[in-house]
């Protein structure tokens, strides 16, 4: 039974060893006894009586560095006398116990060099020797039941240490514990003990200068990370308020775009529809106009009707100063045989002279203002075709809003 009781806590002993402080404890155990035999008959007039106890053990801290686990071999003896007036009996008690220990320790203030703790722990104790003394004779208690059985002891107390050096401390504690049997026995023991104690605490852990120096590192280290991390926090909530300010200007350009759009085509209405078409596109808006609307075959002059068309488009783009107007000519394939002039030349002419309207309204910023030639090369419809041949003759205009703001929102 002992070695059943022994194995699993040498096993938690043997994982507590890898600890960083070693101790070695002595002092005073003052002890008494509390008895009832089979009966339930008290054993009365038990007085304490005070005898040595030595403790070896082995400290590490554990998930804080105030929380230490601890584990000990220990020696202790216990005793108690006693007298029956009535019989004229004496007696004594003498009983030494090994055993091994677990407990925990939390360290609550530490003042100075002085250190407080509070610890709590059990132990499984073996008897070793035991006497009992009835007047003159003396009894072997080993093959007692009630002695010979083995105890379990709960412990809890005040422990006091004063720091040396990184190496060593000393410490005094008092703990106060009680027992009972791991077996049933003929009488009911109960055996109480008040430990008074000295002893030396001493660190075997290597390079703590090292550890500490590790850990200074380690913690600016993460100081470090916490500062970068605090800075990206705010430089994304910079990026998320900038975000936010780019949607809301994206969107205020939208609803500006689809207003011009609106406005153009209500200008556009007393016009023949089929040659002229309004759509937005990727945030632009095109307004397509077939070349037979505004010029005869080969010339690049404006008919009447083309210069009132484009003179009222140039009255809805007066109202936003800010807008870019792209002009862009488009021809079919067929080169004009009359003169010499090139596809190229025609395209780029015509939008010129649209341009040039434009520029006649004093509302509108040259500056803003840009005419192209494409020519033969961006056909919309098949040139194989006289209906396809038609819709590529044709003039756009361009129309973006000015994306100044949210271009610099996008490079800051």
Do not use: C
């Not at 200008?267 to 990727?282: F, H, M, R």
């Amino acid at each position: 039974m002992r070695i059943i009781l022994l194995f699993p806590l040498l096993i938690l002993a043997t994982l507590s060893i890898k600890g960083q402080q070693i101790s070695l404890e002595v002092g005073k155990n003052i002890s008494s006894f509390e008895y009832s035999n089979s009966f339930g008959e008290n054993l009365e007039n038990l007085q304490s009586t005070n005898h040595t106890f030595m403790n070896l053990g082995y400290r590490r801290f554990i998930f804080t560095e105030k929380l230490f686990l601890n584990a000990n071999a220990l020696f202790n003896t216990y005793g108690a006398t006693g007298s029956n007036i009535i019989l004229d009996n004496y007696y004594e008690w003498i009983s030494s116990y090994i055993g091994i220990g677990l407990g925990i320790e939390y360290e609550f203030i530490e003042a100075g060099n002085f250190i407080f703790s509070l610890k709590a722990g059990a132990s499984a104790e073996f008897l070793i020797q035991g006497t009992q003394t009835i007047n003159n004779q003396v009894f072997d208690l080993s093959n007692e039941d009630d002695f010979d059985s083995s105890i379990y002891v709960f412990r809890g107390g005040l422990n006091v240490q004063y720091k040396i050096s990184e190496k060593l401390n000393l410490f005094t504690q008092y703990q106060y514990g009680t027992s009972g049997s791991f077996t049933d026995t003929t009488g009911d023991l109960t055996i109480n003990t008040h430990n008074f104690g000295f002893g030396l605490l001493i660190n075997i852990s290597k390079n703590i200068s090292n550890e500490v120096s590790l850990d200074t590192i380690q913690m600016n280290e993460l100081k470090l990370e916490m500062e970068k991390n605090s800075q990206k926090i705010k430089d994304l909530e910079n990026d998320t308020a900038d975000t936010d300010m780019l949607k809301q200007k994206i969107a205020a350009k939208e609803v500006e775009l689809l207003a011009i759009k609106e406005s153009i085509s209500e200008a556009l209405q007393p016009y023949d529809g089929n040659q002229l078409t309004v759509k937005e596109i990727d945030g632009k808006v095109y307004i397509t106009l077939d070349n037979d609307m505004l010029f005869k075959s080969g010339s690049w002059k404006i008919n009447e009707n083309g210069e009132e068309t484009i003179a009222a488009i140039g009255e809805v783009l007066a109202e936003n100063k800010d807008l870019s107007i792209q002009v862009e000519g488009h021809t079919d394939n067929k080169a004009f045989k009359e003169n010499k002039m090139s596809n190229w030349d025609l395209s780029t002419k015509r939008a010129s002279a649209i341009v040039e309207i434009f520029s006649q309204n004093e509302n509108i910023n040259p500056k803003n203002l840009t005419a192209s030639g494409r020519g033969e090369f961006d056909p919309i419809a098949d040139n194989e075709t006289k209906e396809g041949r038609a819709l590529n003759r044709r003039i756009e205009i361009i129309i973006s809003p000015n994306l100044e703001e949210i271009a610099k929102i996008i490079n800051d």
